[in-house]
């Protein structure tokens, strides 16, 4: 057993199988063994008896050239989880229709238990940066889930504080406070921020392809993240100049009112004028109420 990043003990076996799985789920084309072994590094007969044993449960599918791919007793796990997973009404419907009406991407991601898992992505007419995809999870730490932690309880801001660096924090808990009354966050970035972040999103694709570089994937992703640049404040957002606009962001509800969710659009351009500005937040922020089944309220947690 190993430690993981919680601390709490994980199973190296369980991770050998869960990687093979998540590796065919992610390829285009099917694979032989000896493909998935030096991919994931394993030794070949490790991997062989994986899929021998996951074969006969119909987790992975062998073709008549010898190569895997995922298998149908997959389609019913997924079922049975899409079922009881929580997501709200129309998801993807909507977040096209933003996506078409902002001509950018758009993106709808769970913050939940620490971490933050895209579960809708559209592309829209602009586009998301390579890597950014559904299934991607990311541990909670600032910037990301920022509009979410804004209208969540004393316990999760000061966790999210408390895993940035000393010198962030003051800053950080101010923009949770505007966040929490203006309803969205607006980061902008300079052209080659924004280039950088395309940089970077072509590398986390490129380590998509071996589930063990998972560790290295969420390190890309925070410096993707921190490369989105810096947060809006409210004078600055409403002057009368045009401005870079990297990404934006507003929190979802459920029915209980709690901000469960929050849906990204990334506009990814170094000049956006006052109106452009109004309109992506006028329609970022009525989907984020459209897709609440609770009529959002926004105001101070601390």
Same mark, same amino acid.
């Given at each position: 057993?190993?430690?993981?990043?919680?601390?709490?003990?994980?199973?190296?076996?369980?991770?050998?199988?869960?990687?093979?799985?998540?590796?065919?789920?992610?390829?285009?084309?099917?694979?032989?063994?000896?493909?998935?072994?030096?991919?994931?590094?394993?030794?070949?007969?490790?991997?062989?008896?994986?899929?021998?044993?996951?074969?006969?449960?119909?987790?992975?599918?062998?073709?008549?050239?010898?190569?895997?791919?995922?298998?149908?007793?997959?389609? &019913? &796990?997924?079922?049975?989880?899409?079922? $009881?997973?929580?997501?709200?009404?129309?998801?993807?419907?909507?977040?096209?229709?933003?996506?078409?009406?902002?001509?950018?991407?758009?993106?709808?991601?769970?913050?939940?238990?620490?971490?933050?898992?895209?579960?809708?992505?559209?592309?829209?007419?602009?586009?998301?940066?390579? $890597?950014?995809?559904? $299934?991607?999870?990311?541990?909670?730490?600032?910037?990301?889930?920022?509009?979410?932690? &804004?209208?969540?309880?004393?316990?999760?801001?000061?966790?999210?504080?408390?895993?940035?660096?000393?010198?962030?924090?003051?800053?950080?808990?101010?923009?949770?406070?505007?966040? &929490?009354?203006?309803?969205?966050?607006?980061?902008?970035?300079?052209?080659?921020?924004?280039?950088?972040?395309?940089?970077? $999103?072509?590398?986390?694709?490129?380590?998509?392809?071996?589930?063990?570089?998972?560790?290295?994937?969420?390190?890309?992703?925070?410096? !993707?993240?921190?490369?989105?640049?810096?947060?809006?404040?409210?004078?600055?957002?409403?002057?009368?100049?045009?401005?870079?606009?990297?990404? !934006?962001?507003?929190?979802?509800?459920?029915?209980?009112?709690?901000?469960?969710?929050?849906?990204?659009?990334?506009?990814?351009?170094?000049?956006?004028?006052?109106?452009?500005?109004?309109?992506?937040?006028?329609?970022?922020?009525?989907?984020?109420?459209?897709?609440?089944?609770?009529?959002?309220?926004?105001?101070?947690?601390?």
């Amino acid at each position: 057993m190993t430690e993981g990043k919680g601390g709490s003990a994980t199973s190296p076996p369980t991770d050998r199988v869960v990687g093979i799985i998540e590796l065919l789920v992610s390829l285009d084309s099917p694979a032989t063994s000896a493909d998935i072994a030096d991919t994931l590094h394993l030794s070949r007969s490790t991997a062989g008896a994986i899929l021998t044993s996951l074969r006969e449960h119909g987790w992975v599918s062998r073709l008549p050239d010898l190569r895997y791919t995922a298998g149908p007793a997959l389609i &019913a &796990a997924a079922d049975k989880a899409r079922e $009881g997973f929580s997501a709200p009404s129309g998801m993807a419907g909507h977040l096209e229709a933003l996506a078409a009406r902002v001509g950018c991407g758009a993106a709808l991601s769970l913050v939940e238990a620490g971490q933050l898992t895209f579960i809708a992505v559209t592309r829209g007419i602009g586009h998301i940066p390579a $890597g950014v995809e559904v $299934g991607l999870r990311l541990p909670l730490q600032a910037p990301a889930g920022a509009t979410v932690v &804004a209208l969540s309880d004393s316990t999760v801001q000061r966790q999210w504080l408390g895993a940035t660096a000393p010198g962030r924090r003051e800053g950080l808990a101010a923009a949770l406070d505007q966040i &929490a009354d203006t309803g969205f966050a607006a980061w902008g970035a300079d052209a080659a921020d924004l280039h950088r972040i395309d940089v970077l $999103g072509r590398v986390v694709a490129h380590l998509s392809t071996n589930a063990s570089n998972q560790p290295l994937r969420e390190e890309v992703h925070a410096l !993707m993240a921190e490369t989105g640049g810096h947060l809006y404040a409210t004078d600055i957002w409403h002057s009368e100049r045009d401005l870079p606009v990297s990404y !934006m962001a507003a929190p979802v509800r459920d029915r209980d009112g709690k901000p469960l969710w929050e849906i990204q659009i990334g506009p990814l351009r170094t000049a956006v004028s006052p109106i452009e500005r109004h309109r992506y937040v006028e329609e970022l922020t009525a989907t984020a109420r459209t897709l609440s089944d609770w009529p959002p309220h926004f105001g101070h947690t601390r």
